[in-house]
């Protein structure tokens, strides 16, 4: 995906930052998500693959609810 300098510049981002993509209103919203400012031993690690697997858990149990 192309994201204009500008908006690099403007945003802060690096290659390899995450976004998280949303629709809103039949749009697409990419929002930075930036990693916590407290120390590393408050924040457990987790992976692409661990949200990913969690999501689909959660919408299994919202569409048999």
């Known amino acids: 995906m192309y994201i204009p ?16 993509l949303e629709t809103r209103e039949g749009r697409i919203v990419l ?4 990693p916590p400012r407290l120390p590393e031993r408050y924040w457990a690690t987790v992976t692409l693959d661990e ?3 969690e999501g689909e858990k959660l919408t299994e149990a919202m569409e048999g609810a």
Do not use: T
């Open 5 to 20: 300098k500008s908006v690099v510049a403007e945003l802060g981002l690096r290659e390899g930052d995450y976004l998280l």
């Open 31 to 34: 929002q930075p998500i930036r």
């Open 51 to 53: 949200i990913e697997e």
